[in-house]
T-cell receptor, first 114, second 114 residues
């Protein structure tokens, strides 16, 4: 099955700085790469996703980049704000057994210091 | 349109007791999932379903059972509860379409086994 590794586990940045979170995966057949944000005590919510036919996708202050050759993708948050403080999860599809399920990374706790 | 509804929100069980966590979605999604999230940890897939009558094991299925008799409902059954099952449980659904693979999460059930 798919193996997903996410780094770093915690990240502390000053407000206004950029934050980068990286995920690596094992199955070269994976073709869909979402990022979820989970605020304290809340449910995870999709913030951005990318498909394998695209190298980069941006949505205001967040972007995701994909390197299929190296099998890793990254979340970039620019001009960080205190409300960006949360846990971020990457996910990768696992197609084992001809089925489909999303496997999540272990999460990155981002703290934006005012 | 309520999305994904989970009940109960909180529950305390004694060791050896059983219970069913309810999950219902009103978006006509074929794909449904159960994840557990231990404190400070990531999301681990327990069971999933690709349609009514079809279920399959995820990463951590031991101690749980599921059924999917309708498209809307996907209950998770805990038999003989153990302290190791103390966790937050999230149900999720997805349309799993070529242009939309977003997971819609319920608000979660916080379960303590004492």
């Amino acid at each position: 099955g798919e193996n997903v590794e996410q780094h770093p586990s915690t990240l502390s940045v000053q407000e206004g700085d950029s934050a980068v979170i990286k995920c690596t995966y094992s199955d070269s057949a994976s073709n869909y790469f979402p990022w979820y944000k989970q605020e304290l005590g809340k449910r995870p919510q999709l913030i951005i996703d990318i498909r394998s036919n695209v190298g980069e996708k941006k949505d205001q202050r967040i972007a995701v980049t994909l390197n299929k050759t190296a099998k890793h993708f990254s979340l970039h948050i620019t001009e960080t704000q205190p409300e960006d403080s949360a846990v971020y999860f990457c996910a990768v599809p696992d197609f084992m057994d001809s089925s489909y399920k999303l496997i999540f990374g272990s999460g990155t706790r981002l703290l934006v210091r005012p | 349109n309520a999305g994904v509804t989970q009940t109960p929100k909180f529950r305390i069980l004694k060791i050896g007791q059983s219970m069913t966590l309810q999950c219902a979605q009103d978006m006509n999604h074929n794909y449904m999932y159960w994840y557990r999230q231990d404190p400070g940890m990531g999301l681990k897939l327990i069971y999933y379903s690709v349609g009514a009558g079809i279920t399959d094991k995820g990463e951590v299925p031991n101690g749980y059972n599921v059924s999917r008799s309708t498209t809307e409902d996907f209950p998770l059954r805990l038999e003989l509860a153990a302290p190791s099952q103390t966790s937050v449980y999230f149900c999720a659904s997805s349309p799993r379409q070529a242009t939309n693979e977003k997971l819609f999460f319920g608000s979660g059930t916080q379960l303590s086994v004492l």
